[in-house]
């Protein structure tokens, strides 16, 4: 089966700039969830699409915002760049909306803001 | 609200030695509790998984046991390798539909041959 899959793998973007990343879920999983991690930090959940409509966020503001298509594949938008954007982002599928599911990660878009 | 306190890394240990990382929680209701591995430049992996109290998960020779009377989920190998040489997370998810987890900050595993 194939794993999760995420775009680009590295980016960097100016301060003010937009930004948007993909990911592939699973084959079968409906449910994708994004997540931030600093350099050295666990990650931060931002926020997790289950059938196509967002249904969980995390702390962050509303410059970050997210599609889910009818394959269950996703999108993190991030508007207005600030330096503090500089993370990793990760993407994380699931079979279903169930808190027994486990998560699978892609390796993360790695993204730098100047 | 649910919280993963786990121990500072980093930890550095030499090939076939013991490794104990300690994570606790708190949390109302049944959580499920997760150690996941981040090797260097990949995503993270799940390693072992525990849903019910007095669980044990295991995974790779990793073991960890859901404790509920003292809020701990500790990650143990009895023998470690070089290749074990990775970041190891602790997390948690409430109870409830949202898919959520709550992370400690990680604990940076090396082992040296």
């Known amino acids: 089966e194939t794993g999760v899959t995420q775009s680009p793998t590295h980016l960097i973007k100016t301060r003010g700039q937009q930004v948007t990343l993909r990911c592939s879920s699973q084959?079968?999983?409906?449910?994708v969830s994004w997540y931030q991690q600093a350099l050295g930090q666990g990650p931060q959940f931002i926020f997790q699409?289950?059938?196509?409509?967002?249904?969980g966020r995390g702390n962050f503001p509303p410059r970050f915002s997210g599609l889910q298509f009818p394959n269950y594949s996703s999108e993190l938008n991030v508007n207005a760049l600030e330096l503090d954007d500089s993370a990793l982002y990760l993407c994380?599928?699931?079979?279903?909306?169930?808190?027994?599911?486990?998560?699978?990660f892609g390796n993360g878009t790695r993204l730098t803001v100047t | 609200g649910n919280s993963v306190t786990q121990m500072e890394g980093p930890v550095t240990l030499s090939e076939e030695a013991f490794l104990t990382i300690n994570c606790t929680y708190t949390a109302t209701g049944y959580p499920s509790l997760f150690w996941y591995v981040q090797y260097p430049g990949e995503g993270l992996q799940l390693l072992l998984k525990a849903t019910k109290a007095d669980d044990k998960g295991s995974n790779k020779g990793f073991e960890a046991t859901y404790r509920k009377e003292t809020t701990s989920f500790h990650l143990e190998k009895g023998s470690v390798q070089v290749s074990d040489s990775a970041v190891y997370f602790c997390a948690l998810r409430g109870d409830g539909n949202n898919r959520k987890l709550i992370w400690g900050l990680g604990t940076s595993l090396a082992v040296n041959p």
């Open positions: 084959s079968g999983h409906n449910t």
């Open positions: 994380a599928s699931s079979l279903q909306q169930g808190y027994n599911s486990p998560l699978h």
């Open positions: 699409y289950y059938r196509e409509e967002e249904n």
